[in-house]
């Protein structure tokens, strides 16, 4: 069971060098949904905590009536809701805090990127319609259950996620559907373009074989793939092999964008070096 603390925070608007807003908002600290591949687990601030990622949930009470105070004084023109958390994890539908932050926002005038993986954003749909979000980046995938009972067993289903994103589209929002992580030789790309017609471009990023619990992570896709050992040795090992297995796997994607006519952008990340992203 997931400890949920009330708690009060010095700031709620962070500036930032993600190149999504001037400023991140983050409603909670910790999550849910606990997916063991998450790059949030390696944060100074989560990995201070000596708790295992996913048992906890800090609600930042006083997170609106800040909000309104801190805008008066940086008047930011886009901010970046949920780059540490989930904004609309189950905690939202107790605490309302990011329904809170977000009508603040539109009583402000300000524009918001949000990352979610949560169809409970769709219980906000008539505030998100409102005009002030400008991008939703909605996480899916399309491995089998069994191993995302092992990686993600707490996240809602992929079908689910996979229906709200045509949802968001249909209403008119701008959404990017966002793969992730891409698992070779597990993750399956081709019908990815082709479920998503509404949407101008969709987004992969790789599995990050830097994650400080990457051996644990692989040790779960062999249960599922057992044959897949050696190849994910050397994926660990090998610099040369790392880089022609992800090359294959990003001219397969290229190859079903033109098939679809579909924009397309990949997040990879280098071999030996720790998760690097921005998103545009």
């Known amino acids: 069971m997931t400890e949920i603390n009330e708690v009060a925070i010095d700031r709620i608007l962070n500036p930032t060098s993600i190149d999504l807003g001037e400023y991140v ?31 906890y949930v800090n609600v930042r009470m006083n997170a609106p009536d800040l909000l309104k105070k801190e805008i008066e004084m940086t008047r930011p023109k886009t901010v970046l809701l949920g780059s540490t958390t989930e904004c609309f994890q189950p905690v ?11 009508e603040i926002l539109h009583n402000n005038n300000v524009s918001y990127v949000i990352l979610t993986r949560s169809p409970y954003i769709l219980e906000y749909l008539p505030l998100l319609k409102q005009g002030f979000c400008s991008k939703i980046y909605f996480t899916t995938n399309n491995f089998n259950n069994d191993l995302k009972q092992l990686l993600e067993p707490e996240s809602p289903s992929f079908a689910e996620r996979n229906n709200a994103i045509i949802t ?44 400080k619990d990457i051996h644990e992570i692989v040790n779960h896709l062999l249960k599922i793939e057992p044959s897949l050992k050696k190849r994910f040795d050397d994926m660990l090992n090998d610099k040369e092999f790392y880089g022609q297995m992800w090359g294959n796997i990003e001219r397969d994607i290229e190859a079903h964008a033109v098939l679809w006519k579909k924009e397309f952008k990949i997040y990879k990340h280098d071999f030996g070096k720790f998760f690097e992203n921005s998103y545009s």
């Open 25 to 55: 908002i983050n409603p909670y600290m910790g999550c849910e949904y606990s997916c063991m591949y998450c790059y949030v687990k390696s944060n100074k601030a989560v990995y201070k905590k000596k708790k295992p990622w996913g048992t």
């Open 92 to 102: 939202e539908h107790t605490y309302q805090i990011t329904k809170k932050i977000i």
């Open 168 to 211: 968001l589209l249909e209403e008119g929002l701008t959404v990017i559907p966002y793969f992730s992580p891409v698992v070779p030789w597990i993750t399956d790309l081709k019908n990815v373009f082709c479920s998503f017609t509404k949407a101008k471009c969709i987004e992969f990023e790789f599995l990050n074989f830097n994650l």
